[in-house]
């Protein structure tokens, strides 16, 4: 039986999306299979929605929000929290770089964990996806202005719970 044409553009929104938002769904919670299933949900509940969404080109979007909301839900819920992006498989460092690079990642979580959520995922979107400022207003939903505004305070916030670190 052929696919029908949401089926189709599902799929490929899958295979194209799927590795990158699993990849952000680890950012936010520990455990492998949590993520999973976060992402898993998040294309369940576009399915269910597909309806309102005007623009298709907007889909990726929409599940990065999607998973975003889904992880908080996950985090409240008190099971796991926040999470480092994982190592390039590619470059193997020494145990005293690994030892150094993870107490600084810890730190650096630590001090993300803390944020207020607005903060934590407008940071998190800017820097570990590389998005700009119009496209995490786009996802989450919120003004550009709003987005300036919770990256310049998370990052003031962020810098100053690292330096009472050291």
Do not use: W
């Amino acid at each position: 039986m052929p696919a029908t044409g949401f089926e189709s553009r599902a799929a490929a929104l899958f295979h194209a999306e799927a590795p990158s938002l699993l990849h952000l769904a680890r950012f936010y919670v520990d455990d492998e299979t949590a993520a999973e299933d976060l992402v898993q949900e998040a294309f369940i509940r576009l399915s269910r929605s597909v309806g309102r969404i005007e623009d298709p080109a907007r889909a990726a979007a929409y599940l990065r929000s999607i998973v975003i909301n889904l992880a908080r839900d996950h985090n409240r819920r008190g099971l796991v929290s926040l999470r480092h992006r994982p190592p390039d498989p590619e470059h193997m460092p020494s145990a005293e770089e690994l030892a150094l690079g993870r107490s600084r990642r810890q730190d650096v979580i630590d001090a993300l964990r803390e944020l207020p959520g607005r903060q934590r995922d407008c940071l998190t979107l800017r820097y570990y996806y590389d998005m700009s400022p119009p496209e995490i207003a786009d996802g989450l939903g919120l003004s550009v202005n709003s987005v300036k505004t919770h990256l310049q305070r998370g990052l003031r916030a962020l810098a100053l719970a690292l330096e009472e670190h050291q």
